[in-house]
C-alpha cells in the first residue's frame, strides 16, 4: 500500500453502482478507477496495479472468477487483495468465490460503511517485503534468484515445488490458502493432483525449516488449508 492516496480499482458495469462507489470511495480519500468489464478490468489491473479491487461477480463476457483467477496467476496482480461484490443470490458461490483467491466477499446490497471497514483491513493486510529479489519473513530469507533460503544462519534446502510453495505463502503473510488454492497456484490450474499432495509438501517444508532450529511458521487451518505467519523462525 502506498504513502499517497491508496487506489482502488473497481470492476463493475452497472452504472449506479459505479456512481455510488465512485462517489463513497473519493470521499474517503481513495483514487478510484473504474473499468466496465472483465478484460479491461484485467489489463488494467496489469498495466497499472492498483492497491485493491473490487471485484463485480456478474460481468459481460469475463466472469468474475475468471478474472480473479487470472489476477492470482499473474505476477503483477497475484498479492492485490481482491473484494468480490456478489448478489444475495449468488451467496452459494462465495465459498467458491474465497477458493479461487478472493479475500473478502460483500454481499449487495451492502452498506458503503460496511465495505469500507473492509476494504481497509484488507489494505492493512501486512505483506512481505521484497528487495532486490529478496523476500523475507521473520527470520527466513528466499532469495529468488538464486532460489534459495536462509533460516537465520542455516540455508534450507528445498525442492522446486516447495521453494514455489514457500514463496506464494511468503508474499501474502496471514493470508489463509485453501488447499485448492495452493494447488492452483503452486502447481497450476489444469492440475488434477488429489489436494493431499499440498498437506506432503507442506510437511517437507515444515520439516526442512524447523530442522534448521526455526519455530513453526506455518499454520495449519483446520478443514481449510494453511496460512504463514510473521513470527521469526
Ligand atoms: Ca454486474
Known amino acids: 500500500m502506498s504513502l499517497i492516496d491508496p487506489t482502488i480499482l473497481v470492476i463493475e458495469d452497472e452504472p449506479s453502482q459505479i456512481e455510488l462507489l465512485r462517489y463513497n470511495l473519493s470521499r474517503q480519500g481513495f483514487e478510484v478507477r473504474i473499468a466496465m468489464d472483465g478484460e479491461e478490468g484485467l489489463q488494467t489491473a496489469i498495466e497499472e496495479p492498483p492497491d485493491l479491487i473490487l471485484l463485480d461477480w456478474m460481468l459481460p463476457n469475463l466472469s468474475g472468477i475468471e478474472i ?118 503452486v502447481w497450476g490450474i489444469a492440475t488434477d493432483l488429489d489436494t493431499r499432495t499440498v498437506d506432503v509438501h507442506i510437511g517437507r517444508l515444515r520439516r526442512a525449516l524447523t530442522s534448521a532450529g526455526g519455530q513453526d511458521q506455518i499454520r495449519t487451518i483446520r478443514g481449510f488449508g494453511y496460512a504463514m505467519g510473521v513470527n521469526s523462525c
Not at 492485490?80 to 454481499?107: F, N, Q, W
Not at 446490497?109 to 492493512?124: D, F, G, W
Not at 527470520?139 to 542455516?154: F, N, R
Not at 516447495?162 to 492452483?184: A, G, I, K, N
Request: with cysteine; net charge positive.
Open 68 to 185: 480473479c483467477r487470472r489476477l492470482r496467476r499473474n505476477k503483477a496482480t497475484r498479492e492485490i487483495p481482491v473484494i468480490m461484490l456478489t448478489a444475495r443470490s449468488e451467496e452459494g458461490d462465495k465459498i467458491r468465490g474465497l477458493d479461487i483467491g478472493a479475500d473478502d466477499y460483500v454481499t449487495k446490497p451492502y452498506s458503503i460503511k460496511e465495505l469500507i471497514a473492509r476494504l481497509r483491513a484488507a489494505l492493512r493486510r501486512p505483506s512481505a517485503s521484497v528487495t532486490q529479489n529478496r523476500l523475507s519473513l521473520g527470520a527466513i530469507e528466499v532469495d529468488l534468484e538464486k532460489h534459495s533460503v536462509l533460516c537465520g544462519e542455516t540455508r534450507i534446502k528445498t525442492s522446486p515445488t516447495e521453494f514455489r510453495l514457500l514463496v506464494t505463502l511468503m508474499q501474502s503473510p496471514e493470508r489463509v490458502f485453501s488447499r485448492h488454492q495452493l494447488l492452483d497456484m
